[in-house]
Structure formats: structure tokens, C-alpha cells
T-cell receptor, first 114, second 112 residues
Framework: EPEVTQTPSHQVTQMGQEVILRCVPISNHLYFYWYRQILGQKVEFLVSFYNNEISEKSEIFDDQFSVERPDGSNFTLKIRSTKLEDSAMYFC????????????FGSGTRLTVV | EDQVTQSPEALRLQEGESSSLNCSYTVSGLRGLFWYRQDPGKGPEFLFTLYSAGEEKEKERLKATLTKKESFLHITAPKPEDSATYLCAVRVFSGGYNKLIFGAGTRLAVHP
């Protein structure tokens, strides 16, 4: 069964450092998303991406965040200057078509900012 | 404001003891309600999508139902391997684009 692959599974970084979280969505999917889940809290929407541009972003997704799909297969989330409160699980998801329902999520990257 | 509320927060069952999880929602135009299972440290795993009131879907010991204001996930004769957090999410559209809004989940523990 096709999977969404995320790397690394766990990243520890110093406060103020830049991190890049990587995702390989399912190959024929058109819609891409990043979500995050702070420990013990809800899964929260960060950003959606379609047709090589951001289609929607939440209030969490401020100027420190950016997304890219550099080569037609990878989908990355960059945090420019990490803060302690950025520590969370970050999930990538993709979807083929709106009419076909199911969003497929990756296993996540656990980001720990120290 | 679009909102998803799940109850109970946590549920402990004995193996074989059937029960139901609830997801109530307030959205401006439901375009799909999703159930996911999440194991500790893992991503949400898709279970079901429901689109209209009265719709039901089943998979092994799980059955999801939908009304105009809520959805239920019924677990029949659960086994310890059904222990997980069950997440409910609704799809909302804005400006032609879509996203999921999640509830906080129900942590289910099934004991032998």
C-alpha cells in the first residue's frame, strides 16, 4: 500500500537553529499538507499546498515557517529559527483528489528544541 | 467557528466489552467526516470517511455512523490490539481549498 514517508523520525535542535523536515508524498497525489501535534494536544493544521503554491495557512504558520516542493517528489517544511514551543510531532499528509476523500498521513517527525 | 468535540476523553474496556465513541461537530457545511486511529508516536491511520447523515461504514470490529450533528464509532467485542487513540476530523472548505479539523481524540484501552 502506498505510503507517505517522513524523515528524519526524530530531530533534536538548538533554539534559534533552522530545521528542515522532509516528506515524500504518495506519487499521484495532488494536495499536500503539514500538521503538527504538541504532546497531549490536538492535531493542528499548519499549511496546505496545491499546484506548487500555498493554498491556505493557519495562524501558527508565521514568517518563520516555509514549505517547498523542490523537485516534484519531496515536500519540505522549514522552520528558520526554532523556538522551544516548536517542539512537537510534525505530520505530512497527502491526498489524491478532493472527491476521493482519504488523507494519508506519514509517521511524523518528532522535533525537540532544546 | 468550526469545531469538533470528542467524548469520552478516555475509555477503559474489558476485552469483549462493546462500546461507542462520540464525535460531535459544528461546521458550516460538512464535506466529509473522517475517523483515524493513532498509535503512540505514530501518524493518524485512516479508518473511515462518512459524507451524509444515515451513512454507515464497517471494518472488522469497528462501525462508524453519521447523523447531522454527530458521529459514533462503535467497537464490538474489542481486543487489546484495538487499544489506541481514535481521532475524528471534519473536512472544511475555504476559498476552494480544504483541510481537516481534528477533535482531541478518545484514548481507548482494552484490557484482557
Amino acid at each position: 500500500e502506498p505510503e507517505v514517508t517522513q524523515t528524519p523520525s526524530h530531530q533534536v535542535t538548538q533554539m534559534g537553529q533552522e530545521v528542515i523536515l522532509r516528506c515524500v508524498p504518495i506519487s499521484n497525489h495532488l494536495y499536500f499538507y503539514w500538521y503538527r501535534q504538541i504532546l497531549g494536544q490536538k492535531v493542528e493544521f499548519l499549511v496546505s499546498f496545491y499546484n506548487n503554491e500555498i493554498s491556505e495557512k493557519s495562524e501558527i504558520f508565521d514568517d518563520q515557517f516555509s514549505v517547498e516542493r523542490p523537485d516534484g517528489s519531496n515536500f519540505t517544511l522549514k522552520i528558520r529559527s526554532t523556538k522551544l514551543e516548536d517542539s512537537a510531532m510534525y505530520f505530512c499528509a497527502s491526498m489524491a483528489y478532493v472527491s476521493l476523500g482519504g488523507y494519508t498521513f506519514g509517521s511524523g517527525t518528532r522535533l525537540t528544541v532544546v | 467557528e468550526d469545531q469538533v468535540t470528542q467524548s469520552p476523553e478516555a475509555l477503559r474496556l474489558q476485552e469483549g466489552e462493546s462500546s461507542s465513541l462520540n464525535c460531535s461537530y459544528t461546521v458550516s457545511g460538512l464535506r466529509g467526516l473522517f475517523w483515524y486511529r493513532q498509535d503512540p508516536g505514530k501518524g493518524p491511520e485512516f479508518l473511515f470517511t462518512l459524507y451524509s447523515a444515515g451513512e454507515e461504514k464497517e471494518k472488522e470490529r469497528l462501525k462508524a455512523t453519521l447523523t447531522k450533528k454527530e458521529s459514533f464509532l462503535h467497537i464490538t467485542a474489542p481486543k487489546p490490539e484495538d487499544s489506541a487513540t481514535y481521532l475524528c476530523a471534519v473536512r472544511v472548505f475555504s476559498g476552494g481549498y480544504n483541510k481537516l479539523i481534528f477533535g482531541a481524540g478518545t484514548r481507548l484501552a482494552v484490557h484482557p
